[in-house]
């Protein structure tokens, strides 16, 4: 069975799609590490803060921060 690129955007990663990296889920809404992220306050914080921005920092090279 063939998988169909998922049209949702990762909450976690902010303006990428949702790749499912995680086994056995079908989205975000089923995303373990979305959960995590999204119950924690100090980690929601964090990514409300660094989302803002786009999760990238100034003066860095995105070359090197992908792998």
């Not at 914080?45 to 070359?63: A, K, V």
Request: aromatic content about 2%.
């Amino acid at each position: 069975m063939r998988r169909v690129p998922p049209d949702a955007k990762c909450p976690v990663r902010p303006g990428d799609p949702c790749t499912l990296c995680q086994l056995d889920v079908t989205g975000p809404h089923d995303c373990p590490l979305v959960y995590l992220v999204m119950s924690d306050d100090d980690l929601h914080d964090r990514l409300r803060i660094n989302g803002s921005t786009n999760g990238r920092q100034p003066g860095r090279d995105e070359s090197t921060t992908r792998a």
